[in-house]
């Protein structure tokens, strides 16, 4: 079964791969992807800070997900996308593609990831020394999710 969390509280891998394998004895690949918050090129990063309309959010979330779906043959798909104040180091996302083969496991996983990165109802703001700025997306991202 999928799973979709937008929560502030953290997650734990090892944890997670097992509740996306659970029960489906014919996954052979398991991709993840573990986003974290880290410091921006040149200067230090004192924590981000992201916020969602919740249902929303969900909502949007569970649409990429029916659509990997659709073009992939997959097992389960877990979404985890934390908000709040994260410091640096802390994990942001994860995202979890199982399937009977890697290649479908690695493209869902790559494409659920693209999604988020520029097409999910998040906002995040990073805070510095010298201050704070909203994010945008990077253009490189959003060329990515085109097909």
């Known amino acids: 079964m999928d799973k979709i969390s937008v929560q502030q ?7 997670e791969v097992n509740l ?8 052979g690949a398991v991709v993840s992807f573990v986003g974290t918050v880290r410091d921006l090129d040149g200067k230090p990063l004192s924590k981000m800070t992201l916020e969602h309309y919740p249902k929303m959010t969900e909502k949007a979330l569970s649409a990429i997900v029916n659509q990997a779906h659709k073009r992939w043959i997959l097992g389960n ?9 994260l410091p640096v180091n802390a994990q ?3 995202v979890i593609a199982t399937s009977k083969h890697r290649k ?3 493209e869902a996983c790559e494409f ?8 999910a109802p998040f906002w995040k703001k990073e805070h510095t020394k ?3 700025h909203w994010v945008q997306a990077k253009t490189t991202d959003v060329n990515q999710t085109k097909c």
């Open 104 to 106: 479908s496991a690695f």
């Open 92 to 94: 942001i996302v994860l």
């Open 9 to 15: 509280e953290d997650f734990d891998l090892s944890i």
């Open 112 to 119: 659920v990831m693209d999604y988020l990165k520029t097409q």
């Open 77 to 85: 798909i877990t979404v985890i996308h934390r908000v709040g104040d």
């Open 130 to 132: 010298s201050g704070s």
């Open 20 to 27: 996306a394998r659970e029960e489906d004895s014919g996954i």
